[in-house]
């Protein structure tokens, strides 16, 4: 219930966002354009935002066949978080990681990369897929594919704000403002947009990347896989880093590198490895 509640805000916001904007540019008619917009965002948001997001992984889907050891993995922890058996993807990085997606239990996706099939072993890829399932059995998958659709969408509405006022507005001004300021503003929302994204990622993901290793640990049995697959994933991703959006970084297991990473360490969408690692061998999850 409090991640349906946390949705619903986070959809508000995102049409409070749309609404503000289609003022800022074209008065009255620009609200109602926003507020269509809106409507179709926010459905989108729900309905197709793992798919947007296995999409912007460059994920492919894999079948039994193609990889019986990852599915065997998958189908063994399914039945001991008793969730249904999610759909299965592969991201073709040497980079190591995982995240998963989807809007409920029932229409769940894991995706794990080339990277960490290589590089760890099954003790290990259980622990990260339990983590991952841990998302799913917690139902945090939800609010992180819609963070992620949401922050998206506040990044490119900044964007677009940003252009159509330095090029003259959308809509001429159709409540009769003029454009004094305009870039000012633009400039306000191109700097504020995508900070706003970054909180909101902060304000959900570090406390649930906790629960999905405590939940992933008592699904496995076996807290030490995860931790020395943790370990492995941050050593190996400083040689082989994975570069994302920072809209869709918070979905991974591991935090990968996004663009502009002058605040990284500040804007961390995760807690620090080593903390996870010293909480699962302490038994403090």
């Not at 619903?8 to 916001?13: E, I, K, M, P, S």
């Not at 339990?130 to 992620?148: K, M, T």
């Not at 633009?186 to 995508?194: F, N």
């Not at 990622?201 to 943790?230: F, H, K, M, V, W």
Request: glycine share 10%; hydrophobic share 45%; aromatic share 8%.
């Amino acid at each position: 219930m409090w991640n349906n509640f946390k949705t619903t805000v986070l959809l508000a916001g995102l049409t409070g966002v749309l609404l503000a904007a289609g003022d800022l540019w074209a008065g009255r008619q620009g609200m109602t354009i926003a507020l269509v917009l809106a409507a179709v965002m926010n459905l989108g948001s729900y309905f197709f935002s793992d798919k947007i997001a296995i999409a912007s992984s460059g994920a492919q889907p894999i079948s039994r066949e193609e990889n019986p050891r990852i599915y065997q993995i998958v189908e063994r922890l399914a039945g001991k978080a008793n969730i249904p058996v999610p759909k299965i993807y592969l991201i073709p990085t040497e980079s190591p990681n995982a995240f998963a997606t989807g809007r409920n239990p029932r229409h769940a996706s894991v995706a794990v990369t080339q990277g960490i099939l290589e590089l760890c072993n099954d003790q290990e890829i259980e622990g990260v897929l339990a983590h991952e399932l841990g998302h799913v059995h917690n139902r945090d998958i939800l609010i992180s594919a819609v963070v992620a659709t949401v922050a998206g969408a506040i990044t490119y509405l900044a964007q677009m704000v940003m252009w159509a006022e330095m090029f003259g507005g959308f809509g001429g001004g159709g409540s009769g403002r003029d454009n004094e300021g305009g870039i000012f503003s633009a400039l306000a929302m191109m700097i504020l947009a995508p900070l706003a994204a970054i909180l909101i990622q902060l304000a959900i993901s570090r406390s649930r990347e906790y629960e999905a290793d405590s939940t992933g640990a008592r699904i496995t049995g076996n807290p030490q896989g995860l931790a020395s697959a943790l370990n492995k994933i941050e050593q190996w991703s400083k040689r082989v880093p994975m570069r994302v959006s920072p809209s869709t970084a918070h979905l991974y297991c591991a935090q990968p590198l996004t663009s502009g990473q002058v605040f990284s360490s500040l804007f961390s969408t995760h807690p620090p490895i080593e903390k996870r690692i010293q909480r699962l061998l302490n038994g403090t999850y």
